[in-house]
Structures are given as C-alpha cells and as structure tokens.
C-alpha cells in the first residue's frame, strides 16, 4: 500500500509534473488515514530466521503511543528482517508500561529492550554491540516505509561491498578557502560513492559488518561530541576505517512520515539557537583532525 502511493508520487515527480508536491502531500495524508486501520488487526508475522539483517530503531515517551505504525510498515517488509528491535530508555520508562498497540507486536516478531539513554544513539549502539557480524538497518521511529524498503537496500550489497548504503544523504562541501561550509550548504547526494557522502537516517541506513570503527562504542566521547547528532558521529566512525557511503535512492523523494509526530523531534534540539549540527561538526573535527584531512584530500583528488 504505501510503495503504491509512494511510487505514483515519484512518477509524478519524474515527470516534472507541477502537481506532483500536491499529491505527496495528499497520498501521505491517505496513508496516513487508511493504514493505521488495516495494520492495527494484522497479526502476520513479520521475520524469517534465515535473514541476514536486522533492524534497529528506538523511540521516546512522547512517541510512544505512535512508533507501532514504523514498525508495523517494517513487519510488512517483502524481504522479511531476522529481527527488529526496538531500544527504549530505562530511565523514560521505569515501570516498562507500554500501550498495547506497541506490545501486540511483539507477537509479530518485535522485540523490545530496555538500555541506558544515550538520546538518538541508541538507535545503532546496542544493537551494533551485540550483533557485530550481522547487516544492521537503522530506521527512525517517525516514518512509514514502503513494502520494498529493505529489499531495496539489500540488493545494492553486491554492487556496493563493504559500503554503508542509504535512501538519503548529503555530501559535504566546502568554501573557496578550503573549509567546511555550514551544514545547510551540504548538498543533496544521490548515486555517488564516496567519503564526503554523509548518510541520513530518516529513509534508513544499511550498515555491513566492521563498517565502524570500534570507538563508535566509547560512550563518554559520545556524550561529550554528538549527543544529540548521531549522523555526523557515525560519519567520523565510518571514515575512521575508511568506509564509504552511497545513496541508492535515485527519486530523490524522501518517504512519507507520521503525520502524528510532527510536536516532537530531534529537529528542535538542532534548530534552537545556534545549529546543533554545526557546533557538533566543528567539535568532531578537532578531535579528529585526520578526517578532515582525509576528506580535503578527497577533494584535491
């Protein structure tokens, strides 16, 4: 149901049809309306053992009531994941109550776990941690996935070895000095390989075995770099084994979210004041005064 609306929106889109941002918007509020009913009395379930992948994810109080409709679109996958584990902090949730919308699901394949805050980061960190040699999938609690969202990303395993693949990325840029432009001048990047492609975690993230480096997991240089920008800190632990990144989604079309989500997010932490992403990228960069010498060498090439 939702590839349908989401593919006849990029035929739109392809066909530079006017009208085409008109009918994203009204296919997402269809989606929007309509799933929810057909979903909340599915009960197929939704993993196959044999699976290589697994897709991770977390959320937070103010979500919690709606984050069953993501993992209700992944459930539905066509290529079925080995797990889907959602990551919730013990400290949000002390008494583990949880609305039975969410814990229906569990009979469905989901599996939750309880863990320490480490805010976006925990999206990747355990499930990382403890599956080392498995294909990991990152999705974000907010979005509605098409049926063929995993097995899209799967495929491009052969064409792209040992390179973390994405549905939405931005490539860095730079200044005619040969410094880092801010964040907003980043570039939309669809198709290309590299070490300046920045993947983006709202369209999901694929990412091989041993594609971080083993720091990812230094929890006091977390806290103390990107706590709140998870990004750009999986960025620098990609490049720290020297891992690239590509965009395989060539619509160009970001996939349709929770309407029902839009009072909370990481978005506000990012924009409140000076950009977050900014700040966070300047600190990354001292820290690890390779990267950026890695990746300026990238563009001398």
Known sequence: ??????????????????????????????????????????????????SSVIVSLTSFPERINIVWLTIATILNQNLKPKKIILWLAQDQFPTHKLPYSLKRLCKRGLEIQYCEDLKPHKKYFFTMKNYKESFIITIDDDMLYPEDFIE?????????????????????????????????????????????IVPIGCCGILYPPNSL?????????????????????LKCMALKNNTLAVNVNLNDLIFFNNLRNQKSGLWKHNTLGENRNDKVWSDLMDAYKELEELMKGEIRK
């Open 1 to 50: 149901m939702i590839k349908f609306f989401y593919e006849l929106t990029v035929k739109l889109k392809q066909k530079n049809m006017k009208v085409w941002p008109w009918f994203y918007k009204i296919n997402k509020v269809i989606i929007n309306l309509f799933y929810p009913c057909f979903q909340f009395f599915n009960k197929k379930y939704g993993l196959d053992e044999n």
């Open 213 to 233: 480096n083993l720091e990812v997991f230094e929890i006091e240089k977390i806290k103390k770099l990107a706590f709140y920008c998870d990004d750009l800190w």
């Open 152 to 196: 899209n990303l799967v495929k491009n395993v052969k064409k792209y070895p040992n390179t973390i693949i994405c549905n939405w990325a931005h490539k860095i840029t730079f200044d005619q000095k040969g410094d880092f432009n801010p964040y907003k001048l980043w570039v939309h990047s669809s198709n290309e390989v590299g070490k300046l």
